[in-house]
């Protein structure tokens, strides 16, 4: 590892913090109006995303990963600093948490692919799947901190507090990436006279024909549908159900967040499995019984005690199957490809947001878990033909 990741990792991780806060907030917030509008806030944050992910994967191919995501840090904390004033003399309303939700969407749409594929410009092939669970770890570490500490934010100062740090932390973010310089950048590939829908039809062609990223583009739809409002949205309608306060609510997203931490850790020790794509389908089996667990929990140990077994299940999810998407994607396509796998996380959630809301918490996250069974059963049946061919 080198010391440049060192410092981006740094940098990145800290931006983090503010993310997870505001995200906290802006569910808190749109919850205490209605569970609709609470689907519609989330829907405002993934919609812009869905459809603007395309063009910032192949934006980020052409001038270069860094210098896209140094423009979304200055955008996004600029942004955050002007929301927050907004919200501060006007106050939150359903309007106000929309019109947050979308920017914040919006800006997303190109940083995320940027940021996806950071991990390979600063270290070597074969050291790839560490620096990637040493990056998870570190992100959920400082999420772990961060849900008892959005409890904490809504509580006190509420979102105008969210929005300032959120704001503070991309600014660290954008000085430490602005000073460093990846060593192994990839140089921003000349295309004279290639059109957009011309580039992005490319991207998806590279991902069709190939059967890994295939496979695991559809597993990762599947799971981002089901799993992703199960801290977003159920966890805080399933605290407003039993009486929990904000702080409760942010102490059960926090057991999602160490369980996931705990194998991040230990694979950036020691590295993956050998067999990382079975790995991964049996994380989704595990993570399927802690979304049931938490459907059951009548109190809030129990329901930590759940989503930190969801927690571990989805570690070994991303934690295998991520360096496996990034390995088999050609540098030429790096941004593209990471633009797809999110936005294959993205538009399936908009449905599914909008779908468990019309549910019983409870009936929703029984839904969720068998939804996420299903994905773990895919990856397991797409592996096993592999494994006996090899074998024979």
Known sequence: MTRSFYGWLAGSTLSVLGDTALFFALGWAATGIGPQ??????????LPRAVLLLLGGILGDRIGPRRLLLGCSAIVGTCCFVLAAVVGVRGTSAGLLLITAVVVGTVDAFALPAAGVLPRLFV?????????????????LITLAGGPLSGLL???????????????????QFLVLFTLRPPYDVSPAARVG???????????????????????????????????????LCVPLLARSHGWAAGQAGFVVAGNVCGGLVVTILVARFGTFERAELTGGVGCLVAAVGISGLALAPSVPLAVGATLV??????????????????????????????LLSLVQTVPLIVSTNLLATLDVHSALILAAAATALAGLLQVRAYLPKSISKVG
């Open 37 to 46: 509008v609470a689907a519609l806030v989330l829907t405002g944050f993934t």
């Open 194 to 232: 290639r059109s957009v829908v011309r580039e992005a039809l490319d991207g998806l062609r590279v991902a069709a024909g190939d059967p890994v990223l295939r496979m695991v583009l559809a597993v990762v739809a599947l799971v981002a549908a089901f799993v992703l409002p199960v801290t977003s």
């Open 154 to 172: 809504v509580a006190t100062v509420g979102l105008v507090g969210a929005l300032v740090l959120d704001g503070l932390t991309f600014a660290v």
């Open 124 to 140: 070597a092939e074969e050291q790839l799947p560490r620096a990637m669970a040493l990056r998870t770890s570190a992100t959920q």
């Open 310 to 339: 969801q927690g571990v299940g989805i570690g070994l999810f991303t934690s295998h199957l991520a360096p496996v998407f990034v390995r088999s994607t050609p540098t030429s396509h790096l941004t593209r490809l990471q633009s």
